[in-house]
């Protein structure tokens, strides 16, 4: 079940990304008594064709049927669109109308990684990189003090892991709290879902290509 509920999460990733061109998701799971329900939201602009199996939906149907659910797909009503609570806050605008840069704070043990992620992200017009931190302790601190839009996180890391680390910066009640995106080494499934329930908006590996 975990290995289909983690594909059925990539595919819907991957849906959005390619036919809606979001750049922003919300993945939510959430562990009920007897079923299990996977939410992906996004900031896409593409829609569901009527008959409703269009844009890679077929596969997915098939997948969650052969374990007795089913898939809703399509845009959400006006008053609660865009791509969630913890997205939806992710980019604003400056007084002078241009959006405002997404502001980043790094967070890895490993100075070369974090030094990485910088040389890649800041070439970009559009991102800022606010802060980094080498232990999940010092995550949550500067997250509170910076109030980044994402926390890029590494998960196996002294003093404070990756995982708990992410489990308190998402629940500040704080409005507007910045979302986490889970980047490790380890293609491991229990990471997967470890990060999810912890409030994590999305799970890459370090060895991804630069632009996915």
Do not use: W
């Not at 064709?49 to 089913?70: C, N, Q, T």
């Not at 998960?155 to 680390?165: N, Q, S, W």
């Not at 910066?169 to 995106?181: C, K, R, S």
Request: hydrophobic letters at 45%; glycine letters at 12%; charged letters at 25%.
């Amino acid at each position: 079940m975990s290995q289909a509920a983690y594909r059925i999460v990539q595919e819907a990733v991957t849906n959005a990304v390619k036919h809606a061109h979001a750049t922003t998701l919300d993945v939510r799971i959430r562990y009920l008594a007897r079923e299990l329900e996977i939410d992906v939201s996004d900031d896409g602009h593409g829609g569901v064709p009527a008959a409703g199996d269009g844009l890679g939906l077929i596969g997915m149907r098939e997948r969650v049927a052969a374990h007795g659910g089913e898939v809703e797909a399509g845009r959400v009503p006006a008053a609660g669109s865009g791509p969630g609570p913890h997205a939806a806050a992710r980019r604003g605008r400056r007084a002078d109308g241009v959006s405002a840069p997404v502001r980043v704070l790094l967070v890895d043990d490993q100075h070369l990684v974090r030094t990485g992620f910088r040389v890649i992200l800041e070439v970009e017009d559009d991102i800022e990189v606010v802060g980094e931190a080498a232990d999940g302790q010092r995550a949550v601190s500067m997250a509170a003090a910076l109030r980044p839009d994402v926390v890029l996180m590494d998960v196996e890391m002294p003093v404070l892991d990756g995982l708990e680390a992410t489990r308190r910066i998402t629940g500040d009640a704080t409005p507007g709290g910045p979302a986490v995106l889970i980047l490790t080494t380890f293609d491991r499934d229990d990471y997967l879902f470890a990060a999810l329930r912890a409030g994590a908006s999305g799970f890459l590996l370090k060895n991804a290509p630069r632009r996915t």
